[in-house]
């Protein structure tokens, strides 16, 4: 049976495409719009699929109620979808630049470099929500440098995770004492959005997060071509005439830009970055072009399901989807780290 | 026809214009435009926001709950002090798990809530119905807080009759207890056995309100909590700093705790709290069931001043 196909616009441009990855995809692809609707037709208000088909089409006419209710869930899928996208892409940059499958945003510091960011942009210095973004991006940039910076010498991939744990340790620590010498209800309000909730997702977040994502997830899409050297290891690499030490630079910093408003819209979402990886990986196998997309309609799916789950199956309770998200990881990454160790 | 059918929708316009009618700036410092006299009120903090709705006789329709180990609700505070519960409101969703949807579905025409578990929130909620946002700790006295909220609402003479009631009950209640006492200074504190740190309180509900209110004076630690703040964490070492003639505390009942769960816990935050207490050698700590004493409630004072009575005959 054939593995690939090619699309060939004239005699120049020829685009060969694995069948396997198409298939994926598209699979993926089917099952997000299918999540998609049904996110939006799910809630504490009962809402037909038609209803949900009529909003949707521009030229049909939803009545007001309809309206009125997609107001609160379309901004909160829209940031499930792309936040999920994004964090994905994010681990599985990280796994790549690490040659470490248990790498995630969290695990190497950078989300608690952008929450300490946020808290202390948000907490000493009042600043306002439009601000946090980039208070995020900054300290997921600094914590980044700062972590590489650290584990430069010891030379392994093991080395990075083990920094960035001990730097994401500390940075929690501090960010503790911040908010528990802000009060009681600061305490409270940061221990709600520490939890990963996408309940407090506005139109505005919407907006930010799309922008950050049309920038950012190409880019990602258009990087994955050239990190195949990088799984080979830095001497391979550099052997083969790439340059591995500034493209994993470059890398790193697009994963903390990759989490950065998210951190600031909805809080951490730990352990998705290291499943979405995990998944595309055993699909579609070890090529990054091929991956990359995979790991962001897994991560995508992952953290629309984990939303929609926590709204609506345990009414009167809504849980935040992270901690749906993180009790999924630590089976995911217990299960990683088995295999893992079998396979040495 | 179409003129006539015009002219109603005018008149009806006309008609319903007033009841927008007033700016109300909140706690988180918004300007929201209230209505006069709201009809459908949702609250969406059970022993501060809702017990203060319910004791001024305001419309309350829906308000946040907690979930009991049993896996039922219960409305903190409102079901000890008014015996609420949601056969006669609607729930508007878990406390820290709100659920827009829901609120939405009850149809409010204001929306109260804490700024602390809200604030991320307000944006969201004012597409809702108007909110205003209630900051219970910012360090103003728990009886201002309450005044200032019941102008929000339009209920400032019901306030002023149940203060009016208080003041003179008061007044009583200073004639009957210990004049030494009422002379002396108290200690308000929490005690938390898990991370073994002690909470001195500076506002805290009607136990502080009453205490101040009868003329009692606060120890010199209390007195340096900053501006701005109602409570602070200290360490166990300085247990001797929040020796009084008086202390108080209290104990929340659905964690399992008693009234002399506070001796146990001292006994091990602090071993030997004993030496250092007057207060302990005076009989003079005394624990209150928090879903009377937290919430800004002339109810829940007047049981306080029972309470207190009691325990100094």
Known sequence: MRRHFTIRLGSAVHFPIDLRPALVLAVLSILLCIGMLYALQLGSTALSMNDVIRWLLP?????????????????????????????????????????????????????????????????????????????????????????????????????????????????????????????????????????????????????????????????????????????????QAAGIGASPRRLSLLLTMMAAALVAPIVAAVGPISFLGLIAGHIARTLVGERPGAVMPVAMLCGALILLIADTVGRTLFLPVIVPAGILVSIAGVLAFLIAARLSRSSR | MRLISRLVLAAAFALAAPAFARDVTDHGGYVVEVPDAPQRILSLHDWTLTVMTRELDAPLIASAGRLAPDGSTFIRGARELFG????????????GKPDLERIRSLKPDLIVANIGDYGPLREQLSTIAPTLMFDAENGD????????????????????????????????ARQKLPKTLMDGNYSAILANERDGTLTLLKEYGVQTTVLDDLGMSRTALAQSVPDGQSRMTIGAELIGEIDADLIVTSYLP????????????????????????RAHEAKRIFSFSRYEIYPPSFRGADIFLDKLEAELR
Request: charged share 15%; hydrophobic share 55%.
């Open chain 2, 254 to 277: 659905e964690s399992g705790e008693k009234p002399e769960s506070i001796f146990s816990a001292l006994a091990r935050i602090a071993p030997g709290y004993e030496i250092f207490l």
């Open chain 1, 59 to 235: 030229w049909q006419d939803a009545d007001a109620e309809t309206s009125a209710i997609m107001l609160l869930r379309w901004p909160r899928v829209t940031v499930a979808i792309l936040a999920g996208a994004m964090i994905a892409t994010s681990g599985y940059l990280l796994q790549v630049v690490s040659r470490n499958g248990l790498a995630d945003p969290g695990l190497l510091g950078i989300s608690q470099g952008g929450m300490a960011a946020v808290v202390i942009g948000a907490a000493l210095f009042g600043l306002s929500p439009a601000w946090l973004a980039f208070a995020s991006l900054a300290g997921g940039f600094a914590t980044a440098l700062f972590v590489m910076a650290l584990a430069w010498r010891l030379s392994s991939a093991t080395g990075l995770i083990l920094v960035g744990l001990a730097v994401g340790i500390a940075l929690s620590a501090a960010i503790e004492i911040i908010m528990v010498r802000g009060g009681i209800l600061q305490f409270a309000r940061w221990l709600a959005w520490s939890h990963g909730s996408l309940t407090s997702v506005s139109v505005g977040n919407a907006g930010m997060v799309a922008l950050w994502a049309a920038v950012l997830l190409p880019l990602s899409l258009i990087a994955s071509g050239q990190m195949m050297p990088l799984l080979l290891g830095h001497e």
């Open chain 2, 141 to 172: 006295k728990p009886f201002d807080l309450y005044r200032e909220y019941a102008g929000w609402i339009g209920r400032q003479a019901r306030f002023d009759a149940l203060k009016a009631a208080y003041d003179k009950r008061i007044t009583e």
């Open chain 2, 84 to 95: 609420l519960d949601f056969d006669a409101i609607a729930l508007a969703s878990i406390h």
